[in-house]
């Protein structure tokens, strides 16, 4: 029997029209031992249907069922049963790059770290058109991984591959969250092992489509809510190992970001995020454009927000 070197890892819901391109991906890779467990998440009967024509066509391919409980609920049911020595999170409707976890897996072997991060790029499918983004270069850049998370991203988990042991070490993705569940498991995996190998020979894509949500994305409370939660308790590690100094720029951003979606619903939440901002870098406001800066200090955060959303563009 073939030792497994990693198992990809898939919540699935209602994906049919998409998840034949992603396996397309999964089945073409080569060099590298692999199993693919696709949790189904309470999809309707044409899509089990599917997944199960998956799993008759090719033995690495084991499907799950469990009723509606949420994608984290269904990656965790997924990380309990695989055998791989790293794991990679795909959702269903993404593509892995040409080769992507034999580049992952020799780079994580000839290293000391446990996760590795590739390029990535968008693919913008919507109303017939697709659209293909120039790769991303985020992780030339040298710096660790919280710093990169925090300065450049990583699109999603179907960029990186972990060590199993580490993503069980941090307790895996946590189910309590409506939004931010990549960046949450970045951030504590990072607390960990700050590490990462960057891996410029591959690139994942990042699918945008209008068939169905991305359930992380919006504006709504519960989300903004989440993304709040993951941001304060690891600023709040940080703070309590003495190493928020190098992050500060980078959190402070992100506490931007957040009050900007709260701002017009939620305008206690924002002004909560705004002066976390100010916390970590007083001199905040006096940086960016001068024009973004002049907006927003006279109409104010909320009705700068509110222009930006109209006009788009505005940082």
């Known amino acids: 029997m073939n030792v497994i070197d990693v198992s990809v890892i898939s919540p699935v819901y209602n994906v049919r029209s998409l998840i034949l391109e992603t396996a397309d991906s999964v089945l073409a890779q080569r060099g590298v031992q692999w199993e693919w467990i696709l949790v189904d998440d309470g999809s309707d009967e044409e899509t089990r249907s599917l997944l199960r024509e998956l799993e008759e066509r090719d033995c690495r391919i084991r499907v799950l069922l469990q009723a509606n409980q949420g994608a984290q609920i269904a990656r965790n049911r997924g990380l309990g049963l695989a055998t791989g020595e790293y794991v990679k999170f795909l959702d269903s409707d993404d593509l892995l790059g040409e080769n992507q976890l034999r580049c992952e897996v020799m780079a994580l072997r000839s290293s000391n770290c446990s996760i590795a991060v590739s390029p990535y790029r968008y693919l913008f499918d919507r109303g017939g058109r697709r659209r293909l983004t120039e790769p991303s270069n985020q992780g030339s850049v040298r710096c660790d991984l919280l710093q990169l998370h925090l300065t450049n991203g990583t699109a999603s988990c179907g960029a990186l591959t972990f060590k199993r042991s580490l993503v069980e070490q941090v307790g895996g993705w946590d189910e309590s969250l409506s939004a931010d569940q990549d960046g949450d498991l970045v951030f504590r995996c990072a607390l960990v092992d700050n590490r990462y190998v960057w891996c410029g020979d591959t690139c994942f894509v990042y699918r945008e489509h209008d068939r169905a949500p991305r359930v992380s994305k919006g504006y709504g409370m519960n989300k903004i809510e989440s993304r709040l939660r993951v941001t304060d308790r690891t600023v709040a590690e940080?703070?309590?190992?003495?190493?928020?100094?190098?992050?500060?720029?980078?959190?402070?951003?992100?506490?931007?970001?957040?009050?900007?979606?709260?701002?017009?619903?939620?305008?206690?939440?924002?002004q909560g995020c705004f002066d976390a901002r100010d916390a970590l870098a007083p001199d905040f406001n006096m940086r960016g454009r001068f024009a973004t800066r002049i907006i927003r200090r006279f109409l104010g955060e909320r009705r700068a927000e509110k222009l930006r959303r109209l006009v788009g563009g505005l940082r």
Not at 241 to 269: K, L, T
């Open 238 to 270: 940080l703070k309590e190992r003495g190493r928020i100094d190098v992050y500060r720029d980078g959190f402070a951003h992100r506490y931007d970001w957040i009050g900007r979606q709260a701002c017009i619903e939620f305008p206690d939440i924002a």
